[in-house]
């Protein structure tokens, strides 16, 4: 079993940033090398995907939407995911879901079935 923990959320004025965090642990094993991803969903939305990183590290995707504004990192010894957000808008306002692929596959995905394991979401408003 896989727990995905977020944490980051909260209010910014637009061009803020602000950086989440997934911390994952994983019963029976020391480390989560998983392939993940963020997603988020705004009021009435769907849920869409944001950005997603490899199992390695080596490999990462990001929405036409925030790229060039969002980065995902990771850091095995912490086991722990980040998503860097700057020069944030209104429009990024939505709960940010962590989310890990299962440990059988390694690259990154857009799709939400693609993923195995889900956080409880953290909530990132952003004021114009």
């Known amino acids: 079993q896989v727990q995905l923990v977020e944490s980051g959320g909260g209010l910014v004025q637009a061009g803020g940033s602000l950086r989440l965090s997934c911390a994952c642990a994983?019963?029976?094993?020391?480390?989560?090398?998983?392939?993940m991803g963020w997603f988020r969903q705004a009021p009435g939305k769907e849920r869409e995907f944001v950005a997603a990183i490899s199992w390695s590290g080596g490999n990462t995707d990001y929405a036409d939407s925030v790229k060039g504004r969002f980065t995902i990192s990771r850091d095995h010894a912490k086991n722990t995911v980040y998503l860097q957000m700057n020069t944030l808008k209104p429009e990024d306002t939505a709960v940010y879901y962590c989310?890990?692929?299962?440990?059988?596959?390694?690259?990154?995905?857009?799709?939400?079935?693609?993923?195995?394991?889900w956080g409880q979401g953290t909530q990132v408003t952003v004021s114009s």
């Open positions: 994983a019963s029976g094993r020391s480390f989560c090398n998983y392939a």
């Open positions: 989310a890990a692929r299962d440990q059988y596959y390694t690259g990154t995905s857009y799709y939400t079935s693609d993923y195995s394991y």
